[in-house]
C-alpha cells in the first residue's frame, strides 16, 4: 500500500512559480514511476509529467521548458516546480505512484493516488 500527500499548491500571478512536493509511504518509492496529474473545472484529467526510478521524464506538451519533475528517494518525496505560470495551469494537481512510466502515463488502473493539490493562477 502507498499513501501520497501532495503539498505546495496556492494562488500566484501568472509568471510565478510554484513548486508542488508529494511524500511517499511505503518501501516501494524508490522502484515506483511517479507522476503527477492536474484536472481544471469540466476537464478530464491530464498527464503533467512522470519519471521512473531511473530519471526518464514524459511531460505533456503543454508544460514542457517551464516545469520540472524530480524525486529524492532519501525523502520519498516527488516534486514538481512550476515556471511561468499561465491562468490555464489552473487546476487541482495530483500525484500518481505506478510500476512504470508507461503505466503512469497511461493513468489507468492500478495506480496510487493523492487527494489533490489546488493550484490558482491569476491574470
Known amino acids: 500500500q502507498v499513501q501520497l500527500v501532495e503539498s505546495g499548491g496556492g494562488l500566484v500571478q501568472a509568471g510565478g512559480s510554484l513548486r508542488l512536493s508529494c511524500a511517499a509511504s511505503g518501501s516501494i518509492f524508490s522502484r515506483n514511476a511517479m507522476g503527477w496529474y492536474r484536472q481544471a473545472p469540466g476537464k478530464q484529467r491530464e498527464l503533467v509529467a512522470g519519471m521512473n526510478s531511473g530519471g526518464s521524464t514524459n511531460y505533456a506538451d503543454s508544460v514542457k521548458g517551464r516545469f520540472t519533475i524530480s524525486r529524492d528517494n532519501a525523502k520519498n518525496t516527488v516534486y514538481l516546480q512550476m515556471n511561468s505560470l499561465k491562468p490555464e495551469d489552473t487546476a487541482v494537481y495530483y500525484c500518481?505512484?505506478?510500476?512504470?512510466?508507461?503505466?503512469?502515463?497511461?493513468?489507468?488502473?492500478?495506480?496510487?493516488w493523492g487527494q489533490g493539490t489546488q493550484v490558482t493562477v491569476s491574470s
Open positions: 500518481t505512484s505506478g510500476p512504470t512510466l508507461r503505466a503512469v502515463v497511461a493513468g489507468g488502473g492500478g495506480l496510487y
